[in-house]
């Protein structure tokens, strides 16, 4: 399975191998929110599961984007929800 990028299209192999390498610097707690994302929930319902701030979900969102390079908070959410499967695949292997 191949992961899109936050605008939709294909990445190439090399794209791939560098996208997987920044996962691989997320946080335990980044990758919570990042499935979460992945999900659908919003930043409230994120932090209600988590039982932190919303404000904390916010800072999360932009380490997580800042890490994968993906502007805009909207771009993330899409990215997370086109990669779901992938993003749980790789969360599964990493985190065994």
């Known amino acids: 399975m191949t992961p899109v990028s936050a605008n939709a299209s294909i ?3 090399d ?3 560098s996208i997987n390498q ?9 990758w919570d929110v990042l499935s979460f994302i992945s999900d659908g929930l919003t930043t ?8 932190i701030e919303p404000k904390s979900i916010e800072n999360y ?3 997580i984007s800042k890490k994968l390079e993906i502007s805009g908070r909207s ?4 990215f997370c ?3 779901r499967d992938y993003l ?7 985190h065994k």
């Open 15 to 17: 794209d791939c191998q």
């Open 88 to 94: 749980r695949k790789l969360y599964s292997l990493v």
């Open 61 to 63: 969102k932009r380490r």
């Open 44 to 51: 409230a319902e994120i932090a209600s599961c988590l039982v």
């Open 22 to 30: 920044k996962l691989l610097q997320l946080t335990d707690r980044e």
């Open 81 to 83: 929800i086109v990669n």
């Open 75 to 78: 771009n993330l959410i899409k």
């Open 11 to 13: 990445l190439l192999a």
